[in-house]
């Protein structure tokens, strides 16, 4: 029955077809998706926090209500995500008290402050934008739910990374201190949004078996290369500069070359080392805290209403 199971499985992914909540699945498959899907909620989540710092300083009252809208569509997509999580089977609350115990990872990009408002358009522009390159692909993964909920966040991050580009251009063309601001967020965050992607592809433990599934359809390293090809363009249109010196257009490959990433800094994000680390799961967790009463609340309210419609 086993052997029939895994044949069929991989039968429909073989022929692209998507695998759903009821079907039989290799518990590896389960898990790895458990794992990705939940560490994409809560990157989500986490993501709502940098740009929240700049919520009550946004420079007019149209900066300030798209900023809203923009952190209220990253909660929706962590609801989304942690709804699809749900349906292979785990708890909500065990993947999300995981990430307050620092257990589960979420993106290494959100673990670097954002100090100036030249931060706020760059983390539209240019995270949104690694996101959109990496989530695209994520709307042909193979497991339903999860393929379904990137259509939506898809079109979601398409608009957070026009605004962003938007508010840099505004920047760009503006005085020779909102062009420096704008270059010194561009050299901060340029080598972290590039090591959003995610070790190279010799380094990265699960991009194989994940290909293989066709939950990712592209590599780390390929979709890390489409970023930059796509971005390098925009940035120049600015009239900004990348801080890589080894960055070159090669006609060969038809691609632009780029320097090594630093991968002991991103190694050390990911131990919890990074400079937000602490403050970020420090603030999840008072708010998870402070949140109790409203669960309580609504608890009682629930029960209350399941023995009045019993009685
Ligand atoms: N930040 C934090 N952890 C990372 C990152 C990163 N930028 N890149 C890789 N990792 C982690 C992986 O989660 C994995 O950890 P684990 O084994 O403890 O689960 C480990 O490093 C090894 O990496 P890979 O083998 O390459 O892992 P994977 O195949 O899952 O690829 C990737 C990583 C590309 C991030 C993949 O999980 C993915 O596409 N996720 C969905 C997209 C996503 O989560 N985006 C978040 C930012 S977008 C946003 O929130 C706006």
Same mark, same amino acid.
């Given at each position: ?49 940098? @740009? =929240? ?6 420079? *007019?009252?149209?900066? &300030? /209500?798209? !900023?809203?809208?923009? $952190? ?93 580009? @938007? =508010? ?6 503006? *005085?020779?201190?909102? &062009? /420096?601001? !704008?270059?010194?967020? $561009? ?125």
């Amino acid at each position: 029955m086993n052997e029939q199971n895994q044949a069929n499985f991989e039968a429909k992914i073989e022929a692209d077809i998507q695998i759903e909540p009821k079907d039989w699945m290799p518990d590896a498959y389960r898990q790895n998706l458990i794992r990705q899907v939940s560490q994409h909620a809560h990157s989500e989540v986490i993501g709502m926090l940098p @740009e =929240a710092n700049w919520l009550t300083r946004a420079p *007019t009252l149209k900066r &300030k /209500a798209i !900023l809203l809208a923009k $952190i209220q569509d990253e909660a929706g997509h962590g609801l989304y995500l942690y709804s699809a999580a749900e349906t292979l089977g785990c708890s909500r609350q065990d993947v999300y008290q995981k990430l307050l115990d620092g257990k589960m990872k979420y993106s290494s990009i959100f673990n670097y402050p954002s100090l100036s408002w030249a931060d706020i358009g760059v983390i539209g522009w240019l995270v949104d934008g690694a996101a959109i390159v990496n989530q695209v692909a994520l709307c042909r993964a193979s497991y339903g739910p999860y393929a379904r909920a990137m259509v939506k966040i898809c079109k979601e991050e398409s608009f957070h990374q026009r605004q962003g580009y @938007e =508010a840099v251009t505004v920047l760009a063309k503006g *005085t020779p201190e909102q &062009k /420096a601001m !704008l270059q010194d967020a $561009i050299n901060r965050f340029w080598w972290p949004v590039l090591m959003m992607f995610g070790p190279n592809d010799s380094d990265s433990p699960h991009s194989a078996q994940s290909m293989a599934w066709k939950i990712k359809r592209f590599s780390n390293d390929e979709l890390r290369q489409k970023f930059v090809d796509n971005t390098v363009p925009q940035v120049e249109a600015l009239g900004m500069t990348i801080p890589d010196v080894d960055l070159q257009w090669d006609q060969s490959l038809g691609h632009y070359r780029f320097g090594e990433i630093d991968w002991k800094e991103f190694y050390q994000v990911l131990k919890g080392e990074g400079i937000c680390n602490y403050e970020r799961l420090n603030a999840k967790r008072k708010a998870w805290e402070d949140g109790e009463w409203v669960r309580t609340g609504a608890m009682a309210h629930s029960q209350k209403q399941k023995t009045v419609k019993s009685a």
